[in-house]
């Protein structure tokens, strides 16, 4: 089945303490992106990755990092998690990035940072 | 499981309105979105709307939802070529669950 996963789906931590998101695709896409979401303002694009080794900043990409050294993976990193990034997060990937291309979403992780 | 479909494609000429349409299958959720991805961005929020309401307006957009079938459209009047993007639709239960459709591409013909 073709599909976007994240791991883990919950997890609260404290501020400062480092923490890793992964996300993985199991459909060969190209282009991978990651997103918050918070109440009021809707998705806003953290970084996306064209391809393996290629990442670019997003909308909100402060105190976050992403590495892409497979295709199928692009984790995000939280070196000093601070409470404003409390949020749900989401990973998803589409076939090139194109302008028609479908992207599919993973199903969420939902991080509360104390 | 939950799940949220929307047509794939829609091809409409400049100057009509665009209907796209999406089917929810779970009728707790409190909250229905439109997401706009316009080519090489993120998704931008169009609009929502609260799940005890039957339309809202803003603008050129006009979301209806008909809760007994479980469906939500949304009409852009006077589709113009800026309009051109991929179209998502959503449902969500407070601030712990979302889930997306696939998306509907709008074609804007001249």
């Known amino acids: 089945e073709a599909q976007v996963t994240q791991n883990p789906r919950y997890l609260i931590t404290v501020t400062g303490k480092k923490l890793t998101v992964t996300c993985s695709q199991n459909?060969?896409?190209?282009?991978m992106s990651w997103y918050r979401q918070d109440p009021g303002l809707g998705l806003r694009q953290i970084y996306y990755s064209m391809n393996v080794e290629v990442t670019d900043k997003g909308d909100v990409p402060e105190g976050y990092k992403v590495s892409r050294k497979e295709k199928r993976n692009f984790p995000l990193i939280l070196e000093s998690p601070s409470p404003n990034q409390t949020s749900l997060y989401f990973c998803?990937?589409?076939?090139?990035?194109?302008?028609?291309?479908?992207?599919?979403f993973g199903p969420g992780t939902r991080l509360t940072v104390l | 499981g939950e799940d949220v479909e929307q047509s794939l494609f829609l091809s409409v000429r400049e100057g009509d309105s665009s209907v796209i349409n999406c089917t929810y299958t779970?009728?707790?959720?409190?909250?229905l979105y439109w997401y706009k991805q316009e080519p090489g961005a993120g998704l931008q929020l169009l609009t929502y709307?609260?799940?005890?309401?039957d339309m809202k307006q803003d603008q050129r957009l006009t979301v209806l939802l008909n809760k007994k079938d479980k469906h939500l459209s949304l009409r852009i009047a006077d589709t113009q070529t800026g309009d051109s993007a991929i179209y998502f639709c959503?449902?969500?239960?407070?601030?712990?669950?979302?889930?997306f459709g696939k998306g509907t591409r709008l074609h804007i013909l001249p």
């Open positions: 779970d009728s707790s959720s409190t909250y």
């Open positions: 998803a990937s589409s076939l090139s990035g194109g302008r028609w291309d479908t992207q599919y």
């Open positions: 959503a449902e969500s239960w407070g601030d712990d669950k979302i889930i």
């Open positions: 459909m060969n896409h190209e282009y």
């Open positions: 709307i609260f799940s005890n309401m």
